[in-house]
Each structure stands twice: as C-alpha cells, then as structure tokens.
C-alpha cells in the first residue's frame, strides 16, 4: 500500500513540475509581449534657419505605459545653433519622465532634464566661451487625446542668470505612438 501511495505521490509532484513549467513558458511570452504592447515611442524635431542662423533640434523620447493612467520614460535631446560670425551653441542631454492621466483628457507631467550647454563664440565678438550643466525639473500640465498633448510645464529649479530657457514657464507639444 505505502508503494503505491508512493508511486502516486511521485506521480503528482511530477505531474504539477510539468503543468507549472508549461504555464511559465506560456506567462514568459506574454508578458515578453505585453510588455512591448505598452512601450510608446515619441519625440520632437526641430528646425528654423534665417538670415545667416540655423538651429536644428532632434529629440527622441520613449515611455512604458503602466496603465491607462501613469507612465513613465526616458528622452535624450540634441540641438545646434549656428548665427554666422557671432557663435556656435551645442546642447546635448536627457530626460525622465512621469505622466499621470487624472481623467482620460487632463495629463499631469514632471520631467527631470540634464543638460549640457556649450557656445562657441568667433574670436572678433568679444564674449568668452560658456560651457556648464543646466538641471531642469519640470511640473507640467496638459490637454491630451491620447497620443497627442498641448500643455505648459513650470521649470521649479529655474535660475535666471544660469539657465538655456528665457523662462521658467515653458509650453510643450507631446507626441508618444
């Protein structure tokens, strides 16, 4: 009797490894594709030229959708300025991002930017050569239909006399696909 009720008992926890080792595989491709499923990519490109000026502008940005309320990303930021015979500007960095939907129409956003501002200027103009970090954190909010947003964000770390941004109150264009 003890034989068999061992034999059963090796039956089962076998049994159990097996059925729980095919539910796991089945869990694992899931959530490998749930997790891409809720991976959004957006970003901004900027571009203006003039009279002897350029400015390009290109910035990725990407964030996981935790749910139909909160996420939460990553962004990198590149622009160059060029003002002929006066000065070369480089600004380079990143971004995290939070975004929290109160209701489906009104997003709340705080973003915790670095970046690096570097200007060049031609020796006849004068000035001296400027090359520092800015940290920006910004407390947003905006309109939203899902994949677009319109808003304004307020820069609270924002110095006058050390800052790249002429204000601390900045409007924003967000676009995540």
Do not use: H
């Not at 796991?24 to 499923?37: I, V």
């Not at 990303?73 to 160059?80: F, K, M, Q, W």
């Amino acid at each position: 009797m003890k034989l068999k009720q061992i034999q059963l008992l090796i039956f089962f926890v076998v049994f159990c490894y097996v059925c729980q080792g095919q539910v796991d595989a089945t869990q694992n491709k899931d959530t490998s594709y749930q997790f891409w499923d809720r991976v959004r990519f957006g970003g901004g490109v900027g571009l203006s030229f003039g009279n002897g000026f350029f400015s390009g502008t290109l910035a990725p940005s990407t964030i996981y959708q935790f749910n139909n309320q909160f996420a939460l990303g990553v962004g990198l930021s590149g622009t160059y300025n060029s003002q002929r015979d006066f000065a070369n500007t480089t600004i380079l960095g990143g971004s995290l991002i939070s975004l929290f939907n109160v209701i489906p129409e009104i997003q709340l956003s705080g973003e915790l930017e670095q970046l690096n501002f570097n200007r060049n200027f031609e020796a006849t103009t004068g000035f001296e050569d400027d090359n520092f970090w800015n940290t920006a954190l910004f407390l947003g909010a905006g309109y939203t239909d899902g994949n677009f947003t319109v808003g304004i964000r307020y820069d609270v770390l924002y110095n006058e006399d050390r800052s790249i941004y002429a204000n601390a109150w900045v409007p924003f264009v967000r676009v995540f696909f």
